[in-house]
Structure formats: C-alpha cells, structure tokens
C-alpha cells in the first residue's frame, strides 16, 4: 500500500530564509508525486508534480522539487521565503497500480515571520 | 479556465439527518474524488469514482455512500448525519492517468 509522510506539521522560517518541506513516500511501483498548497478557506492548488523524466521538478511560485527514489523522498523547496506563502502544503502520490488514486499526507503548515 | 464546483461553501445539518454534497467538474475527466479534511490528518478519501456508475471505496467510507449518474457529477451522501462528520468535505477529479487533480473550494459541513 502507498503512504506519504511529512515531517513536521508545522515548520516556521523568517522572510528570505530558505524553505524546506520534508515528504518521504512508500509505493510498490514508480509513483507520480506532487505538492498541493492550500490558502486559508480554499481548495488545493497544484504546486509541482513529479511523473516522469527529469527529477528535478519546478513548480509555481518559485518552488521546486527533487524525487530521490534511493531516499523514497520528495522535498519541496524554496530558496527565498515571501509572506504570501504562508500556507498549508500537502503531498501526495499516486500510481497506476491504485487506480491514481491520490494519496495525501497530513499537511505541514508554513509561518512566514517577518 | 477548468472548474470543480462544490454547491455549497458552508452547511449545517442536525443529526440524523440525510445530506447532500454536490460537485460538479466541467473537465470531462473519468476520476472524481472525495475528501474530507481534518486538523491534523490531511486528507482521508472516503470515495473514488473512476467512471460512471462505478465507485470505489477509500479508507474512510463508513457512513457514506456516494452516486455518480452522469459523467460530470459525483455525489456524497451522508445517511444518517451524525456529529463526528462535521469537517471539510473537498471534491476533486483528474484525468485517467491522474496527472493532476483540480480541487472544488470546499465544503464546511457542521453536523449540531
């Protein structure tokens, strides 16, 4: 069975600081990956995903993503923080062995202080 | 500009009620998805449709069944509402491949 675990359910930077959000995952076959930020009294939104080629993925808003199969991790970055993206950050993995279901973790929030 | 619609942003129901919660994609895709989101425990899936008529279920069904009539509409259905369903119900529908998924904005369901 497929499963995502994130680090920490809240994580807490300083603007300009480097951001990163920690997702590991657990499937069977190769997995198509993502990262999904929610803004408060919103739905998600897609960040990055990961389904094949380059491992080294970027996404909106500056952030990007390394799938590094040998550490069954998906990271989520980004090298400088905004106030703007203070917000709930989820991961999520799928394959065509579930049927793509979408899998998510618990979600890390993040706190931009200033 | 794609759009998952979910008919209501906030409900409240009483208990032992029957409910209703839409969603509506205009995206033609054969997934539909649907949530629920809690503090804490991120999003659980309670029903996946991979088709018309056709459902499956996720880790959370208990207490719920959902309809999917027609390709563009998958319904969740609370049968008897009880307090422990109050939470944010998320719609979301995707491409066979499950490239990505497009989220509706939510629902906040409070069952008193």
């Known amino acids: 069975a497929q499963s995502v675990t994130q680090l920490g359910s809240h994580v807490s930077v300083s603007e300009g600081a480097l951001v990163l959000l920690r997702c590991n995952y657990s499937?069977?076959?190769?997995?198509?990956l993502f990262w999904y930020v929610q803004y408060p009294n919103q739905g998600l939104q897609l960040l990055l995903k990961?389904?094949?080629?380059?491992?080294l993925v970027k996404g909106i808003n500056g952030f990007e993503a390394e799938f590094k199969k040998s550490e069954t991790s998906f990271h989520l970055t980004k090298p400088s923080a905004h106030m703007s993206d203070a917000a709930e950050y989820f991961c999520?993995?799928?394959?065509?062995?579930?049927?793509?279901?979408?899998?998510f973790g618990s979600g890390t929030r993040l706190l931009v202080r200033p | 500009d794609v759009k998952v619609t979910q008919s209501s942003r906030y409900l409240v129901k009483r208990t032992g009620e029957k409910v209703f919660l839409e969603c509506v994609q205009d995206m033609d895709h054969e997934n539909m998805f649907w949530y629920r989101q809690d503090p804490g425990l991120g999003l659980r899936l309670i029903y996946f449709?991979?088709?018309?008529?056709?459902?499956e279920k996720g880790d959370i069904p208990e207490g719920y069944s959902v309809s999917r009539e027609k390709k563009e509409r998958f319904s969740l259905i609370l049968e008897s509402a009880s307090t422990n369903q109050t939470s944010m119900y998320l719609c979301?529908?995707?491409?066979?491949?499950?490239?990505?998924?497009?989220f509706g904005q939510g629902t906040r369901l409070t069952v008193v």
């Open positions: 449709s991979y088709d018309v008529k056709m459902k």
């Open positions: 990961y389904t094949t080629g380059a491992t």
């Open positions: 999520a993995v799928t394959h065509i062995d579930s049927s793509y279901k979408l899998i």
């Open positions: 979301a529908s995707s491409s066979p491949t499950g490239e990505e998924a497009f």
């Open positions: 499937s069977s076959v190769p997995p198509y």
